[in-house]
């Protein structure tokens, strides 16, 4: 049985995990702009779990297990925030010429999970982005 549940779970991570294009690159930005990534790793904990990512009040996309969201930006600080049954949010400055990457996942509520957020620096992001895709 515990067999069985285990399956039945990593089928479900699976299936809710992002099927778009592999990520290859960091991309630079162009002058005066900074290059965001919100990115969520592949986990089992959480996998079937996806949230819509905002920055400030426009969306940049749904951010799936395994996947990473991109946008190009003016400098300046941005509300990242995500809602399940909970709002979560980083307030992020971009300065111009750089990239800057938030790590994206869930932790435990009440009835579902939450999203959280937290910085990476960028050799971390690179690493942990080599294993993502784009969601379609």
């Not at 099927?19 to 959480?46: C, D, H, W």
């Not at 300046?76 to 990457?101: F, H, M, Q, S």
């Not at 971390?124 to 895709?133: D, I, K, R």
Request: charged content about 20%.
């Amino acid at each position: 049985m515990r067999k069985l549940l285990a399956t039945a779970a990593a089928l479900l991570a699976v299936g809710c995990s992002a099927t778009g294009e592999n990520f290859s690159a960091i991309k630079k930005p162009s002058e005066n702009n900074a290059m965001l990534y919100v990115y969520r790793p592949s986990q089992l904990y959480g996998g079937g779990l996806y949230y819509d990512v905002h920055i400030d009040k426009e969306l940049m996309g749904t951010l799936k297990n395994g996947a990473f969201l991109e946008k190009e930006l003016p400098a300046g600080t941005y509300e990242i925030w995500a809602e399940t049954e909970a709002k979560r949010n980083i307030d992020v400055t971009l300065e111009p010429a750089t990239v800057t990457c938030i790590r994206g996942g869930v932790t435990l509520g009440f009835m579902v999970g939450r999203p959280t957020f937290s910085p990476v620096p960028l050799n971390q992001c690179t690493e942990e982005l080599a294993g993502t895709a784009r969601p379609e």
